[in-house]
């Protein structure tokens, strides 16, 4: 990957929720590689959640939008985690481009993988997206006093995923603000999937660290075209990265 001017441009594919007020970033350059973006703090290296905003408190790090990054160096892990960088967390991040439902669509079909297993079998990459057949089956529970929803669905080889944790910061804001705002919270399942419904899908699959001696799989992207949200980001429902969802 040629990244001798550094400067360069993303299409977001993730926004993810991590604990103690981080997130991870995920995309795509404009040569085809996804990357996931870190900071070297001085006590940790991740995304804290203040670097998705400029000084006005605009959000500009969000998904399916264009933006431009300051990378330093690469820092691949040997086994899945291959597309780690360092990038300069002096540069605020800017908003190049908001792209049209055709291009959002284009981009994340051409980089869109038609099984999860053939996508992970050689264990070279952990951001993968997938297209399910039909809109995914979701459960909502409250675990550990946290918030968890889960999908579960089949990919365009018919594989059946069970299960799956969203960790996606879009989603899991609707989720909370509809477990807040909802009496009847048996409901709230359907009603998310009905923001799916006549929309085509795209899930981003990540890959996590280890974790109690194993790597997960996790939602880290809920998309469609056109959008569910209506072009609305976690930061309209006052969602901060509480660890409790």
């Not at 055709?102 to 264990?123: C, F, G, N, P, Y």
Request: charged share 25%; glycine share 6%; net charge neutral.
């Amino acid at each position: 990957m040629d990244f001798a001017n550094m400067i360069k441009n993303i299409f977001v594919v993730g926004v993810t929720r991590m604990r103690g007020g981080y997130v991870c970033i995920s995309g795509i350059t404009e040569d085809g590689h996804f990357v996931r973006p870190e900071i070297k703090y001085q006590d940790r290296v991740g995304i804290h959640k203040t670097f998705l905003f400029d000084d006005s408190q605009n959000l500009v790090l969000r998904p399916l939008v264009k933006v431009e990054l300051d990378f330093i160096r690469p820092k691949p892990q040997s086994q899945f985690h291959t597309e780690d960088w360092i990038i300069n967390g002096n540069y605020k991040p800017k908003l190049i481009e908001v792209p049209t439902d055709v291009e959002k669509k284009r981009i994340l079909q051409k980089h869109t993988d038609h099984s999860l297993e053939v996508a992970l079998a050689d264990q070279n990459r952990s951001l993968i997206i997938i297209k399910p057949q039909e809109v995914p089956l979701v459960d909502i529970s409250i675990w550990d006093e946290s918030l968890r929803c889960h999908l579960t669905f089949r990919d365009q080889a018919g594989d059946l995923h069970r299960r799956l944790p969203v960790t996606d910061a879009n989603w899991l804001a609707v989720c909370r603000w509809l477990w807040m705002t909802q009496t009847d919270k048996k409901i709230i399942p359907e009603m998310l999937r009905g923001y799916l419904l006549d929309k085509e899908i795209f899930l981003r699959i990540g890959i996590t660290r280890e974790f109690q001696g194993q790597k997960w799989r996790q939602i880290s992207g809920v998309f469609s075209i056109p959008d569910w949200l209506g072009g609305r980001t976690f930061a309209d429902f006052g969602y901060d990265f509480d660890d409790h969802v």
